[in-house]
């Protein structure tokens, strides 16, 4: 058996995707494999702890500690040089908070994030024995960063200038956190929020990629499959730093789903069935996150049927009357 340390950070209103995320990593993992499990932060009530809890000691593969961080990461955001949400994702506090795992996780030398609005749909254990080296921390290339530039233009140049070709993406991190502590690089990252020429659109992701300065590894982009890729590589003119089978094979051979912009909860990207699938055969309720859109699209749909069947009784009725008429007049 081996154990590998994963650890997530999110908030009270995100338990029940970490369900669906916890439940498809442990469902997919190999039979050697244990999970230990650690949720950073700054809210979750004792009840969903537990909710979270039961799904993990269902699973036999995994445990589950919670770590309160207090106001760890609410201390940071208050700073105006944070992006809070763009383009339907939303940003909270804990984006920082997982920046930070050096503090939290003294006693581990290497530790996996994840994301949770995902889906496991392959085991990822490889992810832990991958070769980190000298490397602050392994990420996924972001794939994107050819084709839209802009995405990164709110970096000053020099910045700009050592990421914009090893940009890596948040969703899945392994960080090596014995050479983050050796180099001090959480000092580095303290100044960083702290600097207001630099604007974190993208807190987490700006956050370790500034501060590692380039030194950073790459994890196959079937980590981190985009549910939008497929409408990216049809645009004629679209670039990327991999090649289109590296693109392809992350469509078809995904080994996590990442909702990166919309989510299954509140909008409907592609692959949304497998995740519904989960939420439903873990019983789960829908909570505020949830846009009631199925509800109003069936609502919508029995409105339309009621009308369509009054325009035929209407039709049906007048044809009746106008051939009375025209026989009346014919007598
Ligand atoms: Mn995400």
């Given at each position: 058996m081996k154990t590998i340390p994963i650890f997530f950070s999110f908030n009270n209103d995100y338990v029940e995707p970490a369900a669906v995320a916890f439940f498809s990593l442990l469902n997919k993992a190999k039979k050697d494999i244990y999970y230990d499990m650690y949720v950073l932060h700054p809210d979750i009530t004792e009840p969903r702890q537990n909710l979270l809890k039961e799904i993990i000691n269902k699973c036999e593969n995994g445990r589950l500690t919670f770590i309160n961080v207090g106001n760890f990461g609410e201390k940071f955001w208050k700073n105006d040089n944070f992006s809070k949400g763009s383009s339907g994702s939303k940003f909270t506090s804990d984006t920082i908070v997982r920046c930070f795992a050096t503090k939290f996780f003294p006693q581990f030398d290497k530790i996996i994030y994840s994301d949770v609005d995902i889906v496991v749909v392959d085991d990822i254990s490889p992810l832990f024995d991958m070769d980190i080296g000298e490397h602050y921390i392994l990420g996924v290339r972001s794939p994107f960063m050819k084709y839209l530039p802009e995405e990164l233009s709110h970096l000053p140049s020099n910045v700009y200038d050592i990421c914009k070709d090893s940009y890596i993406g948040g969703g899945i991190w392994v960080m090596n956190l014995k050479k983050i502590r050796q180099d001090n690089i959480e000092q580095k990252m303290f100044e960083i929020i702290k600097d207001d020429n630099i604007v974190k659109k993208w807190p987490d992701q700006d956050i370790m990629n500034i501060a590692c300065n380039g030194n950073v590894g790459f994890i196959p982009l079937n980590y981190i499959a985009y549910p939008y890729m497929l409408d990216m590589i049809r645009k004629p003119d679209f670039v990327s730093h991999y090649s289109k089978a590296e693109l392809f094979d992350s469509i078809i051979n995904p080994k996590i789903i990442h909702y990166a912009a919309n989510k299954p909860w509140n909008g409907n990207p592609s692959y949304s069935e497998v995740w519904w699938t989960i939420f439903d055969f873990l019983n789960l309720e829908k909570t505020?996150?949830?846009?009631?859109n199925k509800n109003i699209v069936s609502k919508d749909k029995k409105k339309i049927r009621k009308y369509k069947i009054l325009f035929i009784l209407f039709l049906v009725i007048s044809l009746v009357l106008l051939l009375s008429l025209i026989k009346f007049m014919w007598m």
């Open positions: 505020h996150i949830f846009k009631k």
